[in-house]
């Protein structure tokens, strides 16, 4: 028996799929239409700083008078919603879901607004092969973070990326435009290959890397005012040589912000358009 | 995805889907010439693959509501989201057996579904909402599992 392929059948696919899925794409770009630039932050591991330098940026950028969204792409442990002290519910109308309001009026959304307190992320799906589909429901979320979410007009967007690769390469397919990328490591060898790796991941997927944010970098005595040592070595300036980026800074570790941490924002703010 | 009648060499219509309700689902499509209908049954696992997209095979009957993937799927917290309605006075009534029917919705989702009835009612000029009101809309819709 032979028969005509799916390709030589010029009626259209009569399931719609890929249709949608483009009608899906069309929905992030209309969304992101109006803003300026955005603006992804990543890291290799976790519990380096990453949420805490998308919450100074968006704050730093914000009281210079741009319009800043804050969208938490960390699903699984979301943080950087409680530092803008940005809280739900989310307001829904007919044209979307309204973000919450943070420190020095930014925008927000985050999986924190979702999930019950202490709750991890968990999906109404049936218990076998779940990671087979997992993956494919989170990046799903993060696309309707982006084209269901009331932006309005933004200067510019912050994208808290999950720790690892796997955050960069789904933000790129969604926003081809990214303006660039900001990598955050601590100064230890550990922390430079890994996140050498994702910054890897990201130079493949065509993202710009803007520049190396090493956090923890020394601990600041806040009675001698002397910066100590924590972490050794210095991935900051190794990963800035390795991408051709400017190290934005280097932000010892301290209770309070400190003089560091408002310069690498100020420098970082700079950056953008 | 296409199918195409052997017998006539024409590439078959979308008809309807249906879900049973049990993680499966099936979709019906029918030649143009010779009326001949086939189903196109699909497992668990496949269905969850598609609907993990947040797409529909054979597209959509209402346009996507904000953040539909999300709030259909996510085991969230019940207070998350305050969905806007139409104006007090526009609004249907719910009978006692619509709103018991309401309820058991997952609160999380809860609010969306409770606008796309409202919305229903609205458009059609239905001022009681009963379990009838939400079978057909459910019907017209395309509203699998709600």
């Not at chain 1, 993956?135 to 990326?161: H, K, M, N, Q």
């Not at chain 1, 100590?228 to 301290?254: E, K, N, Y």
């Amino acid at each position: 028996m032979s028969f005509r392929g799916y390709f030589a059948l010029s009626g259209t696919d009569r399931s719609a799929l890929g249709a949608q899925v483009e009608a899906q794409r069309a929905r992030v770009r209309a969304r992101l239409a109006d803003v300026r630039a955005v603006v992804a932050v990543l890291s290799g591991k976790g519990g380096v700083g990453k949420s805490y330098v998308s919450a100074g940026l968006a704050v730093g950028a914000a009281r210079e008078g741009r319009a800043v969204g804050v969208l938490d792409a960390d699903l699984r442990s979301p943080t950087v919603a409680r530092l803008l002290e940005a809280h739900g519910p989310l307001h829904v109308t007919d044209d979307g879901v309204h973000p919450a309001i943070g420190t020095a009026g930014t925008r927000v959304v985050s999986s924190d607004h979702l999930l019950a307190e202490g709750q991890p992320l968990t999906w109404r799906e049936p218990e076998a092969e779940r990671f087979v589909w997992r993956s494919t429901l989170e990046t799903g979320a993060l696309r309707e973070f982006l084209s269901d979410v009331v932006w309005g007009p933004l200067d510019l967007l912050v994208i808290d990326l999950p720790p690892g690769a796997d955050g960069v390469t789904d933000v790129a397919a969604l926003v081809p435009d990214l303006y660039g990328a900001v990598a955050v490591t601590i100064p230890s060898d550990e922390s430079r290959r890994s996140v050498e790796r994702t910054l890897r991941a990201a130079s493949n997927a065509g993202i710009r890397v803007l520049g190396i944010v090493e956090n923890m970098a020394g601990y600041h005595c806040p009675e001698c005012r002397m910066v100590r040592p924590l972490f050794a070595g210095d991935a900051g300036a190794q990963l800035a040589r390795a991408f051709g980026a400017p190290l934005l800074g280097s932000i010892p570790f301290s209770p309070t912000p400190s003089p560091q941490f408002a310069e690498t924002i100020a420098r970082t703010v700079g950056l953008l358009p | 995805m296409k199918f195409l009648c052997l017998e006539c060499d024409r590439q078959m219509d979308f008809e309807e889907r249906q879900q049973s309700g049990d993680g499966t689902f099936g979709a019906a499509f029918r030649c143009p010439q010779c009326g001949r209908a086939v189903a196109m049954l699909a497992n668990p696992m496949e269905s969850q693959l598609v609907s993990s997209l947040g797409v529909k095979i054979g597209g959509r009957t209402l346009d996507p509501q904000p953040m539909e993937l999300v709030r259909s799927r996510v085991e969230g917290r019940d207070d998350a989201f305050v969905d806007a309605l139409p104006a007090r006075s526009a609004r249907p009534r719910w009978s006692p057996e619509a709103e018991e029917r309401l309820t058991r919705a997952p609160t999380f989702v809860r609010g969306m579904i409770k606008k796309i009835y409202v919305e229903y009612a609205v458009e059609r000029g239905i001022d009681l909402i009963t379990p009838a009101v939400m079978d057909r809309a459910r019907g017209d819709l395309g509203l699998e599992g709600m």
